[in-house]
């Protein structure tokens, strides 16, 4: 071979490189053709990996461990199994806030030793003069707990956020600019008046929003010298729903709660938290995803809006690493997210969508709670009642509930307005 013929070769392997490599690319372009939705077929939440099915309540029990390891290896990542001694203390009480409605309680609980980082702050507020204890709403927020309400006196946090100048958030940190941004996602005095009490957490508190593994939670876990997650273990939303449990713990011991009638309630990223939190802890008596869409309600197989590829390639620190092999190969995906709601099944369950976020994917929530129903039906629930896509602002509700309404990506005082509705019928009929 000649000079130049190797000359020659050599650009040709270079070129082929090169193309490969942008070939490599990420294209994640959003579909919103439902013409152009793949055809798909979903797993069965009712047929074993084996091919066995399930037939009765006892083999759901073993499916149900099946599928959430699925999840656990696959999606989300493992959560350690690890419990800690957490140590609390509070913050601060006041039994006359909202005019002398409810008593608001600020408690932090620390996940290592008293005094030290990381540690999460409840934010709790709860109806005086019940004669009951409450039942109450769990969720975390995305800017720290004193942008849900206006009082002064809540703690302003002081952990690392998203930028965000116009909520008042500068250089990663809130500043009091940021008191009562969030206030319309959180009706506080409705929920008070409804006779339910709210706790919230700040998601950074249990991991900062960042591909970033050495803050938040999971340095708590690691092996010696392990610096980040491995393939199969917890990401982000897998340490937040560790929060929401953890949470949990804490709220089943106020006096004034009831331990039994936890609602967890999430939007958006924190939805996708909620639905994995309220999966795999049975104690959470409801689960509430509101616009959670894909990685929450939304079955991935759709492909429509926001994809595992992209969600992947945007957000990497949110599920486990293995998650990346679904990337535009949803179809080999294990499970599917109607298989999240099914292991929430036979507790009420709440999806909701807004007609503007497409992103999300709407029917794709919709289809998902209707295929989780078969597994509400086998523990003798309803699920949801229809198979028929609901018209906009029109709640369908069974065991699992669901609307969409008008509008766009948000939660708002329509959204809570069905929450309550929905915990009004299930609390009182169907809890302890
Ligand atoms: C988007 C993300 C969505 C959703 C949303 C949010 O950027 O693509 O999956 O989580 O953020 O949390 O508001």
Same mark, same amino acid.
């Given at each position: 071979?000649?000079?130049?013929?190797?000359?020659?070769?050599?650009?040709?392997?270079?070129?082929?490189?090169?193309?490969?490599?942008?070939?490599?690319?990420?294209?994640?372009?959003?579909?919103?053709?439902?013409?152009?939705?793949?055809?798909?077929?979903?797993?069965?939440?009712?047929?074993?990996?084996?091919?066995?099915?399930?037939?009765?309540?006892?083999?759901?029990?073993?499916?149900?461990?099946?599928?959430?390891?699925?999840?656990?290896?696959?999606?989300?990542?493992?959560?350690?199994?690890?419990?800690?001694?957490?140590?609390?203390?509070?913050?601060?009480?006041?039994?006359?806030?909202?005019?002398?409605?409810?008593?608001?309680?600020?408690?932090?609980?620390?996940?290592?030793?008293?005094?030290?980082?990381?540690?999460?702050?409840?934010?709790?507020?709860?109806?005086?003069?019940?004669?009951?204890?409450?039942?109450?709403?769990?969720?975390?927020?995305?800017?720290?707990?004193? =942008?849900?309400?206006?009082?002064?006196?809540?703690?302003?946090?002081?952990?690392?956020?998203?930028?965000?100048?116009?909520?008042?958030?500068?250089?990663?940190?809130?500043?009091?600019?940021?008191?009562?941004?969030?206030?319309?996602?959180?009706?506080?005095?409705?929920?008070?008046?409804?006779?339910?009490?709210?706790?919230?957490?700040?998601?950074?508190?249990?991991?900062?929003?960042?591909?970033?593994?050495?803050?938040?939670?999971?340095?708590?876990?690691?092996?010696?010298?392990?610096?980040?997650?491995?393939?199969?273990?917890?990401?982000?939303?897998?340490?937040?729903?560790?929060?929401?449990?953890?949470?949990?713990?804490?709220?089943?011991?106020?006096?004034?709660?009831?331990?039994?009638?936890?609602?967890?309630?999430?939007?958006?990223?924190?939805?996708?938290?909620?639905?994995?939190?309220?999966?795999?802890?049975?104690?959470?008596?409801?689960?509430?995803?509101?616009?959670?869409?894909?990685?929450?309600?939304?079955?991935?197989?759709?492909?429509?809006?926001?994809?595992?590829?992209?969600?992947?390639?945007?957000?990497?620190?949110?599920?486990?690493?293995?998650?990346?092999?679904?990337?535009?190969?949803?179809?080999?995906?294990?499970?599917?997210?109607?298989?999240?709601?099914?292991?929430?099944?036979?507790?009420?369950?709440?999806?909701?969508?807004?007609?503007?976020?497409?992103?999300?994917?709407?029917?794709?929530?919709?289809?998902?709670?209707?295929?989780?129903?078969?597994?509400?039906?086998?523990?003798?629930?309803?699920?949801?009642?229809?198979?028929?896509?609901?018209?906009?602002?029109?709640?369908?509700?069974?065991?699992?509930?669901?609307?969409?309404?008008?509008?766009?990506?948000?939660?708002?005082?329509?959204?809570?307005?069905?929450?309550?509705?929905?915990?009004?019928?299930?609390? =009182?009929?169907?809890?302890?």
């Amino acid at each position: 071979m000649n000079y130049s013929t190797l000359l020659f070769l050599l650009s040709l392997v270079s070129l082929s490189l090169f193309s490969s490599n942008m070939s490599a690319q990420p294209d994640f372009k959003p579909n919103y053709d439902e013409n152009k939705v793949p055809a798909y077929t979903l797993p069965n939440p009712l047929v074993f990996e084996n091919g066995d099915a399930v037939k009765n309540q006892a083999d759901w029990q073993q499916r149900r461990t099946e599928i959430l390891q699925l999840f656990s290896s696959q999606v989300y990542g493992k959560t350690p199994s690890q419990s800690l001694d957490l140590r609390t203390k509070t913050l601060s009480t006041n039994q006359k806030v909202l005019g002398g409605k409810a008593t608001r309680k600020e408690v932090r609980v620390f996940f290592t030793e008293q005094g030290t980082r990381p540690y999460m702050d409840i934010l709790l507020f709860v109806p005086n003069g019940n004669n009951r204890p409450a039942p109450a709403f769990l969720g975390l927020n995305f800017y720290g707990n004193h =942008t849900i309400h206006p009082d002064s006196s809540i703690t302003l946090s002081d952990q690392w956020m998203r930028a965000n100048e116009d909520f008042g958030i500068v250089d990663h940190r809130a500043t009091e600019a940021s008191r009562g941004v969030r206030v319309p996602r959180w009706p506080v005095e409705t929920i008070i008046d409804r006779g339910y009490a709210l706790a919230t957490v700040y998601c950074g508190d249990i991991d900062p929003d960042k591909n970033d593994f050495q803050d938040g939670v999971h340095p708590i876990f690691y092996q010696a010298n392990q610096q980040e997650p491995t393939n199969d273990e917890w990401g982000t939303i897998g340490a937040w729903a560790w929060g929401l449990s953890r949470a949990l713990d804490h709220l089943q011991t106020e006096d004034a709660v009831n331990g039994d009638q936890i609602a967890v309630i999430g939007h958006s990223r924190l939805g996708k938290a909620a639905l994995w939190a309220g999966a795999q802890d049975k104690r959470f008596a409801m689960v509430i995803s509101n616009n959670s869409g894909c990685g929450g309600a939304a079955l991935s197989r759709r492909a429509y809006g926001e994809t595992v590829g992209r969600i992947n390639h945007a957000f990497p620190h949110w599920f486990c690493d293995n998650f990346e092999q679904y990337n535009k190969n949803e179809s080999s995906l294990p499970v599917d997210q109607h298989m999240l709601l099914a292991l929430i099944a036979p507790r009420p369950l709440y999806v909701a969508s807004a007609e503007e976020d497409e992103w999300a994917d709407p029917k794709g929530e919709f289809l998902s709670a209707a295929h989780a129903t078969p597994v509400y039906e086998l523990l003798g629930k309803s699920g949801l009642p229809t198979t028929k896509f609901p018209p906009v602002d029109q709640p369908v509700t069974g065991t699992i509930g669901y609307h969409i309404r008008s509008g766009g990506h948000d939660i708002n005082s329509y959204d809570w307005q069905q929450y309550l509705n929905f915990a009004d019928q299930h609390f =009182t009929t169907e809890s302890p």
